[in-house]
């Protein structure tokens, strides 16, 4: 079965510098990934996906991604954050296989402070 | 991108009653959808996926007597919490998936239920 490992439970970050968030997911033929944000009590906003083609995958809000096969990662970038990217960062992979849920990986808050 | 509706966005309800949360998508027919659960600081857990005209697939350790799904429809799949706990308050959020093999899943805005 498919897992998500995400390294940092909390990133706290100043406004304006950089920050990466980690992904790690277990090995599989053919993977599909995704990076969601959750706001308190409110669903989940997709930020971006890699399903297949170029690795390094452009999403909203200024964020991207690069697909590492080798490393099994797919870690979550922004070069310059603002106090409104503060949220809740989830993981998340699919095998593709239709019907089949995406797993989630356990989230990172970040927290971005002037 | 495509709409899913969840519906209440709360509720609260005394123990030992019965709850719906509803889940529509509205511009797509949705042949698959899911339903997660989520404790406070936590991730998404899966509970169970519920296809169109069949019965639901739950998840090891979830109650199916309890979380009684019915997806009747392309666009609708509801979710029971029956003779509810206030153990069973949460955050329920759905799913779907149009189809295909790599759809991405639109998720509901979830539903916070306190049982009393």
């Known amino acids: 079965a498919q897992s998500v490992t995400q390294l940092d439970s909390q990133v706290p970050v100043f406004e304006e510098a950089p920050v990466e968030l980690r992904c790690n997911y277990s090995s599989s033929v053919s993977v599909y990934l995704f990076w969601y944000v959750q706001y308190p009590n409110q669903g989940l906003q997709l930020l971006l996906k890699?399903?297949?083609?170029?690795?390094l995958v452009k999403g909203i809000n200024g964020f991207e991604a690069e697909f590492n096969k080798s490393q099994t990662s797919f870690h979550l970038r922004k070069p310059s954050v603002h106090i409104s990217d503060t949220a809740e960062y989830f993981c998340a992979v699919s095998d593709g296989q239709a019907g089949t849920a995406l797993i989630f990986g356990k989230g990172t808050t970040l927290s971005v402070s002037s | 991108g495509a709409v899913v509706s969840q519906h209440p966005s709360w509720v609260i309800c005394k123990s030992g009653t019965s709850v719906k949360i509803e889940c529509r998508s509205l511009d797509f027919q949705a042949t698959t959808m899911f339903w997660y659960r989520q404790f406070p600081k936590q991730s998404l857990m899966l509970m169970a996926t519920s296809n169109e005209g069949s019965k639901a697939t739950y998840e090891q350790g979830v109650e199916k007597d309890k979380f009684l799904i019915n997806h009747a429809s392309l666009t609708l799949s509801t979710l029971t919490v029956t003779s509810a706990h206030p153990e069973d308050s949460s955050f329920y959020i759905c799913?779907?998936?149009?189809?295909?093999?790599?759809?991405?899943?639109?998720f509901g805005q979830g539903t916070r239920l306190t049982v009393v």
């Open positions: 890699y399903l297949s083609g170029s690795t």
């Open positions: 799913s779907a998936r149009a189809g295909g093999m790599d759809t991405e899943a639109f």
